[in-house]
């Protein structure tokens, strides 16, 4: 008979055989998220909700300390606010869902579901803002959207999706220039510091710019497939929505003049990235900072443990949480310690306590990091700061790894070969000479299904495109992405 653990191990296809079909394995064994009877909804199942709300409060700290408010606008946008700025209409168009009745009556005017809020905080900004002293206006909502997908996968594409989308006005375009780049450092430092992935920041080419944008920025994250992930966006929207929804207000001069606008969001996306940068064959690894449980204790089961070890289990347990650290006691009788181990670490947790009768005599704990599966000793005595120094270094060595994988896995090319050859072997980011021409973008995407991630900040014209070979007016970075 098969015991348990081997059931587990089983049930995960391994990253080399099939990497797509790993990643909907782990997102369904974890406990992630699952199908619904909904076309392209998913379920986020609690343990997958509570690296959500991980996110989602650290992010919201950031967001108020560099000034920005909270605020709630409506689900439903309707027709004649979204055709108002015709590019932002025209990207959205194939993917909107419409309501159109309203019980059993037809609505005289059709509603969209929000793909995005632009339109209706556009609206409401106009009504808001009417003198140079109401600016900057600085809101975020945590909000779901709806944008109609063919083709989904839990987490990186799905129809329905949860984010947070920032949408600022300001008096001056320097001013709302510089909002863009802030948030897109905001959501860098939150990759790296706390998911522990690693991101490129730049701009993306006229081609892969948000409709409506006047220049969009992101940050891009590399897969552990070698494909690169779109993993927050920042957009400087110049003055096309204030025009279209006539956000204006008197300058200081008394002139009647447009705002300058922007608009930011990162989604559940970001957990999709999670999975991909850390995971392994095993499972899911979990940075410790967006780790439902940081720490898993698990008894070992030995005679009468319920009396002796498992109120040495409670006391180490009440140390961790008194020092804030996110602990699970699993005294489940049912499972063996075997089985648990298994179990929590293909839930990614990032350090296994266990404790045992011999552990007890000699006032110590056994720790097991999930990352390297080192194991080691530690005395009873000041647990938690042991639990929480090693937390910190598996969170460093987390990042640590993920760069050096994004570093093994980018090369510069010159010629357009060597361009090909590397995007059907191994890929990853590769950096070439680009000519700024949307046709060429187009062609290089047509003929390896690479597409230009985004541009470096600075920008050096010089020597000739990797394949038109015109002039080049810039570094491009090129992958394979989601
Ligand atoms: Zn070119």
């Known amino acids: 008979m098969a015991r348990p653990e081997d059931a587990l191990v089983t049930e995960i296809t391994p990253q080399s055989e099939d990497f797509s079909r790993w990643y909907l394995d782990v997102v369904r064994r974890a406990e992630l998220a699952d199908y619904t009877p909904v076309k392209g909804c998913m379920a986020i ?23 920005h408010v909270n605020a709630y606008f409506p689900l439903f946008i309707p027709e004649s606010l979204i055709m108002r700025e015709a590019e932002h209409v025209e990207g959205f168009a194939p993917q909107v869902a419409w309501v159109t009745k309203g019980g059993a009556e037809e609505l005289e005017e059709k509603l969209v579901v929000r793909p995005t809020s632009e339109a209706i905080f556009g609206t409401m900004y106009s009504r808001w803002i009417q003198s140079w002293r109401d600016l900057p206006l600085l809101i975020n909502q945590w909000a779901n959207v709806v944008r109609w997908e063919k083709v989904t996968r839990p987490f990186l594409r799905t129809t329905e999706f949860l984010w947070q989308e920032g949408h600022t006005a300001h008096e001056t375009e320097a001013e709302a220039q510089e909002e863009t780049l802030r948030m897109l450092g905001v959501y860098k430092a939150f990759a790296e510091e706390v998911l522990a992935m690693p991101v490129l920041d730049g701009q993306k080419s006229e081609s892969e710019k948000s409709a409506g ?44 003049q447009y705002a300058w606008t922007t608009s930011w969001g990162v989604s559940t996306r970001l957990i999709g990235g999670l999975i991909m940068t850390h995971g392994d064959d095993s499972g899911l690894i979990l940075p410790p900072r967006v780790a439902p449980y940081q720490v898993v204790i698990v008894p070992i089961q030995r005679g009468n443990w319920q009396e002796t070890v498992l109120p040495h289990a409670q006391q180490v347990r009440d140390a961790l949480r008194a020092a804030g650290i996110r602990v699970f006691l699993d005294a489940r009788e049912e499972y063996t310690p075997g089985w ?23 006032g110590q704990v056994v720790l097991a990091r999930r990352d390297t599966r080192a194991k080691m000793s530690a005395s009873r005595d000041g647990v938690a700061d042991h639990v929480a120094a090693l937390l910190d270094e598996v969170q460093r060595a987390l990042l640590e790894r993920a760069r050096a994988f994004r ?43 690479a597409t230009i991630r985004n541009l470096p900040f600075e920008q050096v014209p010089g020597g000739t495109c990797v394949r038109c070979d015109r002039p080049a007016i810039t570094d491009a970075r090129f992958a394979k992405a989601y």
């Not at 609690?46 to 967001?63: K, M, V």
């Open 407 to 449: 570093d093994e896995h980018t090369a510069r090319v010159e010629r357009w070969d060597e361009f090909v050859s590397l995007m059907e072997g191994r890929p990853g980011f590769v950096i070439a000479r680009w000519c700024g021409d949307a046709e060429c973008e187009a062609t290089i995407k047509t003929e390896t299904q």
């Open 45 to 67: 199942r609690p343990y997958g909700y509570a690296i959500w709300e991980l996110i989602q409060q650290d992010l919201d700290r950031r967001f108020k300390a560099t000034g």
């Open 213 to 256: 944008a006047a220049r969009t920025y992101s940050i891009e994250a590399l897969m552990g497939d070698g494909r690169a992930l779109q993993a927050g966006t920042s957009h400087f929207l110049g003055q096309n929505f204030a025009k279209a929804f006539e956000i204006r207000f008197q300058g200081r001069d008394k002139t009647l």
């Open 340 to 362: 648990k181990f298994a179990e929590w670490e293909m839930r990614g947790v990032p350090v296994r306590l266990e404790i045992g009768p011999k552990d007890i005599e000699k």
